[in-house]
């Protein structure tokens, strides 16, 4: 995969973050379950290219490093 890709998924991750709502509870687990997703995909591009960065593809995606 090229950087483009990367940057693509990265896009796609940051505009499906859950949005905070009025019940704590489920947003809460949204968020988990949205974090545990990035976490995924970081440690198979990272498998993928030596090179990638784990860092910047966490802010391209807006989840904290």
């Known amino acids: 995969m090229t950087r ?7 896009r796609t991750l940051r505009g ?3 949005q905070k709502t009025s019940d704590i509870k489920e947003y ?3 968020l988990a ?3 545990r997703m ?3 995909i ?3 591009f990272g498998e993928d290219n ?3 960065s784990r860092e910047k593809f ?3 995606c807006g989840y904290p490093s």
Not at 4 to 10: M, N, Q, R, T
């Open 4 to 10: 483009k890709d990367y940057i693509k998924f990265a």
């Open 16 to 18: 499906i973050k859950p």
């Open 28 to 30: 809460g687990a949204k």
């Open 33 to 35: 379950q949205w974090e």
């Open 38 to 40: 990035i976490r995924s």
């Open 42 to 44: 970081a440690d198979i």
């Open 50 to 52: 030596e090179r990638f």
């Open 58 to 60: 966490y802010k391209a």
